[in-house]
């Protein structure tokens, strides 16, 4: 595993906000205005809040790698599944030889 640079420090004793302001779905979030919520509730700079976003998504994308689950209480759970092989049926006329 390759090492990461550090993220800085979070400031976490901003409150979260009550459970009747956030969004139940409604409206999807983008990795831009995921940073930038983060670098507004934890008093860090845009490019800080990037970096622990990027830090969030490899350590996520490293553990599926690895075949271990990932289980984030509240938020979801991440799981690699592998795809199922599918069975192709040639139609009559047709050239499958390319």
């Known amino acids: ?3 990461l640079p550090p993220c800085g420090t979070l ?10 302001n956030r969004t139940q779905g409604k409206d999807n979030k983008n990795k831009a205005e995921l940073v930038s ?3 507004d509730e ?3 700079t845009k490019a ?8 969030m998504f490899f350590a996520i994308a490293d553990a599926l ?7 984030i209480a509240g938020f979801g759970k991440f799981t690699v599944i592998a795809p199922v092989a599918r069975q192709t049926v040639a139609l009559a006329g047709s050239n499958l030889s390319g």
Do not use: F, K, Q
């Open 42 to 44: 934890t008093s860090s």
């Open 37 to 39: 919520h983060i670098a």
């Open 1 to 3: 595993m390759r090492a």
């Open 65 to 71: 790698a690895r075949d271990e689950p990932v289980a």
């Open 48 to 55: 800080t809040a990037e970096r622990m976003v990027g830090v």
């Open 11 to 20: 400031n976490l004793d901003s409150p979260h906000p009550p459970e009747s």
